[in-house]
């Protein structure tokens, strides 16, 4: 089915990507036993809530409001909304300086870590018996999913002193992944830049209620991405925003030009030589699963991030660098084996405050945020409740709730997110 006949011309290229995925595994056939209904309900019926009320966003200032939605959201807390005469230098300002202080040692262990942790996983998955397979490649992708975390690092000048080490460093960094360190590092900047802000973030931006309706196909589209597959969804936007030059500024072009042909080369050399070898099967077991996995992490980690019914994606007139960093970027807890392997990149406020903040020093720098903005904080411990949030809740912009889900004001239940809401246990 060509582009243009379901109305894709406008579509951000990670949507895009994700529509033709899915084109490709037979979207159209199971378009009409999966969709939900064409078209929306009259204003008056839009009124009615299918699911449960969405929360508006000034009931934050109550303290137990925000007690009550933080247990039913999956958050451990939900906080107090930031004022306007908080600016992002005056957070900045509060930290002490240490928590900038580049220190090789620590940047080259988290290096070691992640070699040890990544070769002890092609070790575990090489010797062991198929049923213990998905935990192999569960503790593989985790490892390489710290090699993304260095690259970080090194994109935003935060890993040596020295910046040609870090271009080095962070391109070695993301070539298991077949990521492209410059166009990333482009595009990434712009999320910092702009987070959370309406029209302009390049990450988990809400879906525009006209989008969703330009068409069937791109409505089960939509609802699969932002729903079941969630939290693979950085496979679509890894394709669609880092190997187009023309996204690019003439001036960032020939840095992309070079991320690229590492990729390429990456690809043609040592694809065939794992295919070589130990064949398909052994390129799907010894890369193809572990990438996944990344992408699991990559998915989940970004979207925990920044997504919650109660944080707002605003307009570039209302939008605050302090509202949006310190008010609405979520410090979510994992499992200490996890945190280990990624580098804290979960400790993910102070790295919204200041880029320049190491990963090894993100704790650091949260103690102080929390000793002295802690009223503002959202946290969290990873949990099904929260995720079952995010898949089922956050999904279209609204400008009074923040999000309200594909299905909310339709007159049954989308099948996909109610399969999703019946599935996914609402356990905290």
């Keep these: 089915m060509p582009r243009e006949a379901c109305g894709f011309g406008k579509l951000t290229m990670d949507r895009l990507v994700l529509v033709e995925l899915l084109l490709s595994c037979g979207l159209e056939e199971i378009a009409p036993g999966m969709a939900i209904r064409h078209g929306w309900p009259d204003k008056k019926l839009q009124k009615t809530i299918f699911a449960v009320m969405p929360l508006a966003p000034s009931s934050l200032s109550d303290q137990e409001e925000r007690n009550r939605i933080s247990e039913k959201y999956g958050f451990t807390q939900i906080g107090e909304p930031v004022p306007d ?68 690092d090194c994109a935003h000048k935060s890993f040596s002193r020295n910046k040609l080490a ?28 702009k987070t959370n802000m309406l029209g302009e973030d390049t990450a988990w931006h809400p879906v525009w209620r006209e989008e969703y309706e330009t068409s069937e196909v791109l409505r089960v589209a939509l609802t699969v991405g932002y729903g079941p597959i969630r939290p693979l969804m950085s496979i679509a936007h890894w394709l ?17 030009k070079i991320s690229l042909a590492c990729i390429f080369a990456f690809v043609a050399i040592v694809w065939p030589m794992i295919i070589y070898k130990t064949g398909i099967i052994g390129w799907i077991k010894f890369w193809l699963m572990p990438w996944l996995g990344y992408h699991f992490w990559m998915s989940t980690f970004t979207m925990v991030h920044h997504t919650a019914p109660h944080i707002p994606f605003k307009s570039p007139e209302k939008w605050n660098a302090a509202q949006a960093q310190l008010g609405g970027t979520i410090h979510c807890d994992y499992p200490h084996w996890i945190e280990i392997l990624c580098h804290d990149i979960n400790v993910h406020i102070p790295h919204h405050i200041s880029q320049k903040i190491p990963s090894y020093n993100l704790r650091l720098a949260h103690d102080s945020l929390r000793k002295n903005w802690g009223k503002y904080l959202n946290e969290a411990k990873w949990n099904w409740r929260l995720m079952k949030t995010i898949m089922t809740k956050c999904h279209i912009y609204d400008e009074e709730n923040n999000y309200v889900a594909f299905d909310e004001g339709l007159p049954e239940e989308s099948k996909i997110i109610g399969f999703v809401r019946k599935m996914m246990p609402n356990i905290a």
Aim: hydrophobic share 45%.
């Design 166 to 193: 870090e271009d080095i460093v962070g391109t070695l960094a993301f070539l298991p992944l077949i990521y492209p360190y410059e166009p990333w590092r482009f595009k990434h900047d712009r999320h910092h830049a």
């Design 85 to 152: 005469n908080v600016t992002l230098k005056n957070v900045i300002d509060s930290l002490p300086q240490e928590v900038f202080d580049i220190d090789d040692t620590k940047a080259w262990k988290t290096v070691a870590i992640s070699i040890a942790a990544y070769s002890l996983g092609l070790f575990l998955i090489a010797k062991a018996p198929w049923y213990l397979l998905p935990l192999a490649w569960a503790w593989t992708g985790t490892a390489i999913t710290g090699f993304f975390v260095i690259g970080h």
């Design 240 to 256: 669609g925003w880092h190997f187009d030059l023309k996204k690019f500024r003439p001036s960032e072009q020939n840095r992309v």
